[in-house]
């Protein structure tokens, strides 16, 4: 039986500060990984969409490798209970988060400055920082945190918002650029 159990984020491997020890890039880091893995007694899953996800920044031949060394799985999201606070948390959360977005487009617009694609750009870094960060934004985000939690495992990320979910829902978590260094005391 395995000593413990893991649900690995698409971070694991893309964000460049949480595979450093894994690898330099992308692929790399998979690979690492997968060395790494090899004689350790734990069970790593990966939802199916952060899988496909993932298979947007790494080679197929290291997604392949990859694929015989993981399990792939989907949260039973028909099964899984959230309390209603949580759900009422994010709703107030979103709610902000648009209002936020208005003013910001509010005040692109009463910029009478010429330098459209400048300011355009500003519009889009502080809208996508407003509506995106500490959030969960996507449904592969959202699958992670349900997985980790229907199989009381730990789930593996640097995203803040899915930490952030993941605290809320009572789902234990380790920031991705720790990841290797519990996988080398595993070993022991």
Not at 42 to 61: A, D, G
Not at 113 to 142: H, Q, V, W
Request: glycine share 6%.
């Amino acid at each position: 039986m395995p000593e413990r159990k893991y649900v690995v984020d698409t971070s694991l491997f893309v964000n460049p500060h949480a595979r450093k020890d894994f690898g330099k890039d992308p692929t790399a880091a998979v690979r690492g990984f997968i060395r790494k893995l090899n004689g350790l007694d734990i069970e790593v899953y990966m939802p199916p969409s952060i899988f496909n996800e993932l298979r947007n920044f790494v080679q197929p031949k290291a997604i392949g490798e990859l694929e015989l060394a993981i399990r792939k799985r989907a949260p039973n999201t028909y099964g899984i209970y959230l309390p209603a606070a949580v759900l009422y948390d994010f709703i107030e959360d979103v709610r902000i988060r648009i209002n936020k977005g208005l003013r910001l487009a509010e005040d692109f617009a009463k910029d009478n400055r010429p330098d459209n694609d400048e300011k355009l750009r500003r519009l889009r870094d502080k809208y996508r920082d407003a509506m995106r960060t500490g959030i969960i934004d996507s449904k592969e985000d959202f699958e992670l945190v349900l997985l980790a939690k229907e199989l009381e495992a730990t789930m593996v990320s640097s995203d803040e918002g899915v930490i952030k979910f993941a605290d809320q829902i009572g789902c234990a978590w380790l920031s991705a650029d720790k990841f290797h260094a519990v996988m080398k005391k595993l070993k022991g």
